[in-house]
C-alpha cells in the first residue's frame, strides 16, 4: 500500500478512535432493535425462501457490479466468530476489515460511523447470540477497475468523513431522535441522496432523490414532496407500504417496510417524519 494510503488509514483509525469506544457490555435485546433500525437483515440475508437470517447472500446489483453480503452470524470460519468487539468497531467506524483492508462503501459506514457507542456494543452483543450458520461468503463481481480494493482508501480520503452522531440543539429531542434514526441507523440518505460519478453522495443534495445505487430512481424525501402527505399518510405507508394514492412501494422500499420501519416503535416513526419535516425543501434531482 502506498505512503500516503497507510497515512490515510491511520488518520481515519485515529478519527475513529477520538469518537469513542463502544461500551464494555451491551444487552442483546436492545441490540436486536438496533439491527431492525438499521436494516441489517435485508442486506445480509439471502433472497429466497426460509433462508437463514443474517448468514449473507444477498445480492446488490449496482452500476460497479454485484455486492454480496456477507455472514455476520458468530461462525467461526464463515462468520465473525473470530472478530473482536474491537474489529467489529473498526468496520463500522472505519469501514476496515479485520486485516487492515478497506470495504466497498456498498457496505454503509459512511453512515453508520455515527451510530452511538451504547448502539454498537448492543448490535455486537445481538450478533454474538445469532445461531451460527456455515454458509461461505461470497465474493463480489465487480467491473474493471472497481474491483481494485486499494482505491478505496482514496476515495475515502475524498469523501468519508467518520465521526459521531452530533445532536443540534437548536432542534426538539424529536428531530435529534430522527435524525438519528434516518441519517445513521436507517441509512437512508444512501439510497435517497443523489451521487456524483465516483458513487459519493452529494452531501449538498441530501435527500433529493434521483438516480439509487441500483441505478433505478428514488423519490425526494424532503418537504418538496412529502409536503403532499399527512403525517398519517406517511406513517401508514411506513407500516404497510401502501402510499395515499394506494399505490405499493418498490422491491427495494417493500424489504425495507418489511424489515425495518414496519417494525419501529410509534415514537420513533413519528421521530423520523418530524425529521423529515424538517429537512430543507429541495427540488427534485435530473434524471
Not at 476496515?96 to 453508520?112: E, I, L, Q, V
Not at 425495507?256 to 427534485?284: C, G, H
Request: proline share 9%.
Amino acid at each position: 500500500m502506498p505512503a500516503w494510503a497507510r497515512l490515510a488509514c491511520a488518520l481515519l483509525l485515529l478519527a475513529c478512535a477520538a469518537g469513542g469506544n463502544a461500551a464494555a457490555a451491551g444487552d442483546a435485546s436492545r441490540g436486536r432493535y438496533v439491527a431492525i433500525a438499521g436494516g441489517c437483515v435485508g442486506c445480509h440475508t439471502e433472497d429466497r425462501k426460509d433462508a437463514p437470517p443474517f448468514a449473507g447472500g444477498h445480492a446488490l446489483k449496482t452500476p460497479y457490479g454485484t455486492f454480496y453480503g456477507p455472514n455476520l452470524t458468530p461462525h467461526p470460519q464463515a462468520g465473525l466468530g473470530r472478530w473482536s468487539e474491537a474489529d467489529f468497531v473498526r468496520a463500522m467506524r472505519a469501514g476496515m476489515r479485520p486485516d487492515g483492508a478497506h470495504y466497498y462503501p456498498a457496505f454503509p459506514y459512511t453512515s453508520y460511523t455515527r451510530i452511538s457507542d451504547d448502539d454498537l456494543a448492543d448490535l455486537w452483543a445481538y450478533l454474538r447470540s445469532l445461531p451460527p450458520d456455515s454458509r461461505p461468503n461470497r465474493a463480489h463481481e465487480l467491473r474493471f477497475p472497481f474491483g481494485w480494493r486499494h482505491a478505496i482508501a482514496a476515495w475515502k480520503w475524498l469523501f468519508f468523513t467518520p465521526g459521531p452522531f452530533a445532536s443540534d440543539a437548536r432542534r426538539p429531542a424529536t428531530v435529534n431522535r430522527g435524525a438519528y434514526l434516518v441519517d445513521v441507523l436507517g441509512h437512508c440518505g444512501e439510497c435517497h441522496t443523489p451521487r456524483n460519478f465516483l458513487g459519493a453522495l452529494k452531501r449538498d443534495r441530501p435527500f433529493a432523490g434521483g438516480k439509487g445505487p441500483t441505478g433505478k430512481d428514488v423519490p425526494n424525501l424532503t418537504p418538496t414532496r412529502l409536503k403532499k402527505w399527512s403525517d398519517a399518510e406517511l406513517k401508514e405507508f411506513l407500516i404497510t407500504g401502501i402510499t395515499p394514492e394506494f399505490d405499493s412501494a418498490d422491491e427495494s422500499m417493500a424489504e425495507v417496510v418489511r424489515n425495518t420501519t414496519s417494525q419501529l416503535t410509534p415514537a420513533d416513526l413519528a421521530a423520523m417524519i418530524a425529521y423529515l419535516r424538517a429537512l430543507p425543501p429541495l427540488p427534485e434531482a435530473s434524471r
